[in-house]
């Protein structure tokens, strides 16, 4: 039979010390980790939950909430007219924005790449519009495609045609409009691409032309796979961005539609036609002008889940952006 005492430490033994060091070592490690665990919790984790906990209230700010079970769900799933039409948007938004503007910053940050004189003029030229506020930038470029006065109809029709386009005060053109204004301020995009390109060994494109490879080859077996991280990386925060889209496509929207607006007045999303609302617009409207807080909350889950499914699709390997071995 085992000695039970000759399986106790003997004294001196470093078992103690070794405990105590790895419970040093996870203090100094969750010391070092508390300001993201702060900030995860309070800025990430408590609205969440409170925003699953809102979506089966009945809540006006006012009140006491109380609880409808699924009500809030069926109504923005299945009774809200405008929750249809304000997805269907965003979602384009997202397909259509995001892809041009990847391929317009790639493009302009080959082109700048590629110029030996007056390069700096032109990378200033083309981050300059990045640097306007939102909202300013959003009026500037109503003012250009305005339908009567707009410099850009009246050079259209001073090019011959006739019946120009009237932008954000036509459903079919206005949400290619604000794909346009976000072309517009491409720099921050062009400006990562541009660090992408220069960090290409240039050796590797030495060696591609020896071997009689040509532009496209280049491109497709040299620069793509260096690059393919940092398209990653343009996707997804792209995705992300363009799922919270709301201040573009208001301000666009209430300018075009010619309402004043004071102090006192309600603004209605959507102009023209509801062809650029969003649905971060809709979170708005519900929860801060109808006060119907449960609905806003399940329009922000149902956009929280959208955006961790594109996400978590992109981020996947058979989505082709990223080789095997990276």
Sequence with gaps: MTNPVALSPAPGSPAPALRRKHRRARLRTLGFLSPW??????????????????????????????????????????QMPLFGPALWNTLWLVVVMVALRVVFGLGIGMLVTKIKTGAGLFRTAFYLPYLAPPVAATVAFVFLLSPGSGPVNEILSAVGIDSPPTWFNDPAWAKPSLVMLSLWGIGDLMVIFMAALLDVPKEQYEAAELDGAGAWARFRYVTWPSITPIVMFAVVTGVVQTMQYYTQALVAGKLASGVSIGPGTVIQPGYPDHATLTVPQLVYSLGFQNFNTGAACVLSLVLFAIAMAFTTLLMRRRAGLLSAED
């Design 37 to 78: 665990l702060v900030g995860f919790s309070v800025f990430f984790a408590y609205p969440l939950l409170a925003t699953v906990y809102f979506s089966f209230m009945h809540y006006n700010q006012i009140k006491e909430p109380t609880f409808v079970g699924l009500r809030n769900w069926t109504y923005v799933l299945t």
